[in-house]
Every structure is written in structure tokens, then in C-alpha cells.
């Protein structure tokens, strides 16, 4: 038993739906198509002027506090580079409050669909929804206490909103099933682990201990929610236990995914 | 089966009501849905943007008119929203604009077709090719940015090849005017056909200028730069077909009758019962427009609605391919340009237009850009497979035997 609510019916986008239009489309007098022999390189060589010329998204904010300006110069003055770990603690900051989010569209969507084929709880969901929540929290407590202010927008926060756009997009789609939507929190948390663990890299160079433990044990959260809503995923699209081989590191990527 | 505007008197303004949850309805299937189902939604989308541009044009050299067309533009705006809402937001903006360029061709062929008047029949088949040939290079953007097969909006219903190429498309303005239809002698459909085709246009130019800068891409930015440029060339193009005579009224009229023709156009070949239900609606509230504009008609100008109005509608528009008229008009007029409101060879095209042309594309075309060598693939261009030019990272050579 699956909760996918896919069907199998008209879709009518392939050619197969329509030979006898397809195959007059495909009829066509060569000397209609184009000949210049040319490929995308022309594309590439537009884009290569831009590129070369583009101005950056923008900046890194200073710090606006006399503490956090002084800390940031004697740390450049050291030869690090914090203004790297601001604008990383900027980006998980800014997905740690999306996916906070993203799990809210969720629980909205498993109150109205989820019926028990699969483990996955409403309950299981706000807990991850406070994980998210609480994690928003203590990397806007990181920024201030380097000085920082959390409510800027850094340049990787930009990043990850404009990548985020198609999870909320799809989260947020009344017509997306339980599986359609797991599978986009399942891209998210991904994301999500591999950004912690660059975070705890940078925290762990600029010898802030307290970040690196916090942060593991965020991360350790994160990993569990990922091993959790593979899991529930793959549930909701009808793979059991059965069919993975759990202890296959090709398969589970060296994490185990048994919750 | 025919259809007579003065046959009922529609739905009285008053009751033409709204609320969010009824304008907000669901949307309808990208993959499902029938691709001419989605032409008639962006169609019908364009006529009620018209519908409110031409109310507040009316309305600011009409004084007595301003309530009455404020009341109308009440409901259009509540009609307009309830229709652009019906395309699903599993539509990328991209894919979204090859429906336009599908609505562009499907309608201006099937106008093109029924229209009485030879020199505006020309007229149409001038613009068509030109947005042909708009779909063709979106159509290479779309694989070549996104990965994605323009097929899979248009069902096969339109061809994806070349037309006349977008980057001749830049004239000079004294080359985009036509003669203006007359409007005491032309034939009421006539008049019916340039509304719709500029709504159409319009709201196809308005489009691409939202969602220009929503791109990252630079080749996609300057493209919809250079179509959106195209467009407005194209409603100048159009509007210069009505007859500047018309009264305010009189316009009011057609503008009201025409949204009648193109609904009931739509309920006859509507496959999807949702959307049918709201063409049925939506036409009786357009019948309560109709009968508010003659009834101004007859108050203001003591005339008599039946002289703008002079038949029922025979036959409803046609929402169908019109592959082998695109094809045939393809290979008989691409070369014509424009002198003045004349169609001549390419040889004596107007020197304004040319040197135009030239600093417009002083420094490349990225409608040459996007579509270099573009053939159309089912799938995209690289189920061709000789297209796999780099040896792949495990060290595997590409199979390049398949042409």
C-alpha cells in the first residue's frame, strides 16, 4: 500500500498521445530546418561578456556593533577569513527558517492527506518543524555573538532562498501528494546536512568550539531527520525494507537510513 | 451552431459577483489538459486585460461613462483573475510563454483565414510568421536553458521551425502602421478579428516584460528584450487596423460583443467540463456588458446598436491546428517585408526599417544566438545523439553511431 496518488491517464505531452499530429510535425521539407551549422556556443559566447563584467549579488554586511567590527579586523588582521563563516552562518540561518517553513506547508498537506499507510506522524513532523525552528535560533545567537547581526540577508542566504524557491513551490501546491512533497523536503535536508558540515569546517578553523559542538549536535539532528524522511519517502512511493539493502554504503550514501 | 448577441440579455451587472475562494478555482492539468485548453485560458486572459485597458481609456474622455465602466471593470478584473489563475504554477514562466507563442499562431492562422478583407488578411499572415519564428527560438531556449521539450505545451499541435528570422523583425514605426478598416463599410467580423488579435498581443507583450527580468540568464534576458520589442511592434501593428472614427461607444460595443464571440467560441470547444462551466458563465456576464455598452449607444448617441452589430455570429473561432496553412504561408511569404503599410520583397524593403535594424543588432542577436543550428527533436536536441560531443567522466567514449 502506497500513499503516491499518482494515476496512470491522459497525459497528453508525449508524442505518443498524438501519432498523427507528431508524425506530420516530424514530416518536414529539410529545407524548413535550420542550416547554419551553428550550436550553443553562440549562447555561451553572450554569457561569456556578462559573466567577465557581472557585479557580485552584493556584500557581506559589516558588522554594525563596535565589538563585532573589532573582531572581524583582528581577524583578518590573523590572516581568517570571517566574513566566509558570517556569510555561511548567514545561509543556514536563511534555510533553517525556510525549511522551518517548509515543514509547516507539510503538516498542513499530511492533516488533510495522511491516512496511516505509512510511519511518518504528524507529531514526527512538528518535532522536525522544531528542530528547524530551534536551529534558525541558535545560528542567529551565533552571529551575535561574533558580532553580527542575524537579521541581514548575506549574499548565501540569497543563494539558498532563490535555490529553495522550487521546494516552497512544490510544498505549497494543493495538487502535490504526501510522496511528491517528501521527496522535495528530502532535496532539502541533503542540502541541509552537507551545509551544517561545511559550517562545522569553518567554525572548527576559526577555533570557536562552542559553535563546532552545537553545531555537530544540530547536525546529528539533521541527519536523522534525513535518514527519517528518506525512509517515509520511500514508504510513500511503496519501497519496503525489503527491497533496499540497508547496509549498502552505495545505497545509503554511509548513513544508515533505519530509523 | 450560430449565435445572436441580441438574444438574451446575460447576466445583469448586479449580479455578477465574486468571492476570493470563486476566483481562486483549481487550476488546470499541464499535463493533462488538452493544450487547446490552455490557448483559450491565455486567449480569453488577453480579451479581459483589454477589456480593462480600453475601460480606463474610455473612462478618462467620458465622464457620463465612468460609473457604468467602472462597474464593468469590476467584474472583468474579477473575471480576468479567475482566468490567468487557471494556469498552474507547475508552469515555469519559460514554459508558460510557449503557450503565448501557441495562442500567437493557432488564433492569428484561424483569423487569418476567416478574415473578409485581403489587404488585413495579409496583415495577419505578416505577424504570424514572425511569431512562428518567436516560438521556435523560446523553443530552443527552453531545451537549451531548462532542459525542457517545448512538445510537451504543445502537443504537437504546432510546428517548432524557423519563420521569418526574429532578428528582421525590427522596423522602423513608419513601417509597422497599416491602413485602418473602415468602419462604416467593414464587415462586423472584421472588426471582431483586429480586437482580438491586438487583446491577444498585448497581453503577450505585457507578459514578456514582467518576465524578462525574472531570469538569471543573460541570453534569456536579452531574448525576451528583443521579442517584447517585437510585440509592441506587433500591437502597434494591430491597433493601427481600427478605424480612429469610432466613437468611444461604438468601440465600447465592439469591445463587448467581441468578448461574447470569442466565449462563445470557446463553450463550443471546450473538453474540459471545469473550464466549460466558467466559458458559460463568463458569457453571460459578457451579454450584460454587451447590452449596458448599446443601451449607452442609444442614451448618448441616439443610435441604434444593430448598426455596429449587423449579424450573428455564424460560426464560432476555430481552436485547432492550422499546421498546413502555417506551412504553406511559411514557404510562400517569409521573405516579405514592410514599406510603410505596404508588403514588398526583401529586396525593397523600406531603408528606414533597415537602418533601424542595424543598431538594434549592432551588437549580435540573441535571437541568432539561441537557436545556432536549433533543429527541433522529439525529447529535446539531445536525444540526438551525435550531440554528446565530451567523453563522459568515467572515461567511456559516447556512442556516436546514432545520427
Request: proline share 4%.
Amino acid at each position: 500500500m502506497t500513499i503516491q496518488t499518482e494515476h496512470i491517464g491522459m497525459n497528453r505531452t508525449g508524442i505518443q498521445m498524438s501519432p498523427i499530429d507528431s508524425k506530420a510535425m516530424q514530416d518536414v521539407d529539410p529545407n524548413m530546418m535550420s542550416h547554419d551549422g551553428g550550436d550553443e556556443s553562440a549562447m555561451a559566447e553572450l554569457r561569456t561578456d556578462y559573466i567577465a563584467h557581472a557585479d557580485a549579488l552584493g556584500s557581506i554586511p559589516l558588522p554594525g556593533t563596535i565589538t563585532g567590527a573589532v573582531n572581524m579586523g583582528v581577524q583578518m588582521l590573523k590572516g581568517d577569513s570571517p566574513q566566509i563563516l558570517l556569510d555561511k552562518l548567514g545561509e543556514r540561518l536563511a534555510f533553517e527558517r525556510t525549511g522551518t517553513r517548509l515543514y509547516d506547508a507539510l503538516i498542513t498537506k499530511c492533516e488533510v492527506m495522511l491516512d496511516g499507510d505509512i510511519s511518518m506522524t504528524i507529531e514526527d513532523l512538528e518535532q522536525i518543524r522544531a528542530d528547524e525552528a530551534r536551529h534558525f535560533l541558535l545560528i542567529s545567537d551565533a552571529i551575535e555573538s561574533l558580532g553580527g547581526d542575524p537579521t541581514s540577508q548575506t549574499p548565501s542566504a540569497d543563494v539558498v532562498g532563490v535555490e529553495s524557491m522550487g521546494l516552497v513551490q512544490i510544498l505549497n501546491d494543493p495538487r502535490t501528494s504526501v510522496a511528491q512533497s517528501l521527496h522535495a523536503i528530502v532535496t532539502a535536508e541533503l542540502s541541509d546536512k552537507a551545509g551544517w558540515e561545511t559550517l562545522i569546517a569553518l567554525a572548527d578553523e576559526h577555533e570557536l568550539s562552542e559553535m563546532v559542538d552545537d553545531f555537530t549536535q544540530a547536525l546529528n539532528q539533521e541527519r536523522e531527520h534525513l535518514a527519517l524522511v528518506q525512509t517515509w519517502y520511500e514508504e510513500a512511493i511503496g519501497l519496503t525494507y525489503g527491497d533496499v539493502e540497508l547496509d549498502n554504503p552505495a545505497n545509503a550514501g554511509g548513513e544508515s537510513i533505519a530509523p | 451552431m450560430a449565435f445572436g448577441l441580441f438574444d438574451s440579455k446575460g447576466t445583469s451587472i448586479d449580479n455578477q459577483r465574486f468571492s476570493w475562494r470563486d476566483m481562486v478555482q483549481k487550476p488546470i492539468s499541464k499535463l493533462d489538459d488538452d493544450a487547446f485548453t490552455r490557448v483559450r485560458v491565455i486567449l480569453v486572459n488577453g480579451l479581459e486585460n483589454e477589456a480593462l485597458r480600453f475601460g480606463h481609456m474610455a473612462a478618462r474622455f467620458n465622464r457620463d461613462l465612468r460609473l457604468p465602466l467602472a462597474k464593468i471593470r469590476r467584474t472583468e478584473q474579477h473575471q480576468a483573475t479567475m482566468v490567468n489563475w487557471l494556469i498552474a504554477a507547475d508552469h515555469s514562466p519559460l514554459e508558460t510563454t510557449i503557450a503565448y507563442e501557441q495562442v500567437a499562431i493557432e488564433i492569428t492562422a484561424a483569423i487569418a483565414q476567416r478574415e473578409p478583407d485581403p489587404y488585413l488578411a495579409q496583415v495577419y499572415r505578416f505577424g504570424l510568421l514572425e511569431d512562428f519564428d518567436h516560438l521556435y527560438r523560446y523553443s530552443a531556449l527552453l531545451d537549451r536553458l531548462e532542459g525542457k521539450d517545448a512538445n510537451n505545451i504543445l502537443q504537437s499541435y504546432t510546428d517548432v521551425l524557423p519563420g521569418r528570422p526574429t532578428m528582421e523583425h525590427h522596423r522602423a514605426p513608419e513601417d509597422d502602421l497599416r491602413d485602418p478598416y473602415n468602419a462604416k463599410t467593414a464587415d462586423f467580423m472584421t472588426k471582431l478579428h483586429a480586437l482580438t488579435i491586438v487583446a491577444s498581443e498585448y497581453q503577450t507583450h505585457d507578459y514578456y516584460m514582467n518576465v524578462g527580468p525574472l531570469f538569471s540568464d543573460t541570453v534569456a534576458r536579452q531574448l525576451y528584450a528583443e521579442i517584447a520589442s517585437v510585440e509592441e511592434q506587433h500591437v502597434t501593428q494591430y491597433e493601427s487596423m481600427l478605424d480612429p472614427t469610432e466613437s468611444w461607444i461604438e468601440q465600447w460595443v465592439l469591445h463587448e460583443a467581441n468578448e461574447c464571440y470569442n466565449y462563445y467560441s470557446c463553450i463550443e470547444h471546450e473538453t474540459n467540463h471545469h473550464i466549460k462551466a466558467i466559458w458559460e458563465r463568463f458569457l453571460d456576464y459578457e451579454l450584460g456588458h454587451f447590452h449596458m455598452a448599446c443601451e449607452a449607444l442609444k442614451q448618448y448617441e441616439k443610435r441604434d446598436p444593430a448598426e455596429i452589430v449587423t449579424a450573428d455570429f455564424a460560426s464560432p473561432l476555430e481552436f485547432r491546428s492550422q499546421r498546413d496553412f502555417v506551412r504553406k504561408v511559411l514557404v510562400a511569404e517569409v521573405d516579405l517585408r514592410a514599406d510603410g503599410t505596404r508588403f514588398v520583397d526583401k529586396a525593397n524593403e523600406s531603408p528606414l526599417s533597415q537602418s533601424y535594424r542595424n543598431i538594434v543588432n549592432a551588437d549580435g542577436s540573441p535571437s541568432e544566438a539561441v537557436a545556432s543550428g536549433y533543429v527541433w527533436l522529439p525529447g529535446t536536441e539531445l536525444n540526438r545523439k551525435s550531440t554528446m560531443r565530451t567523453r563522459s567522466v568515467t572515461g567511456r567514449a559516447p556512442d556516436t553511431t546514432t545520427p
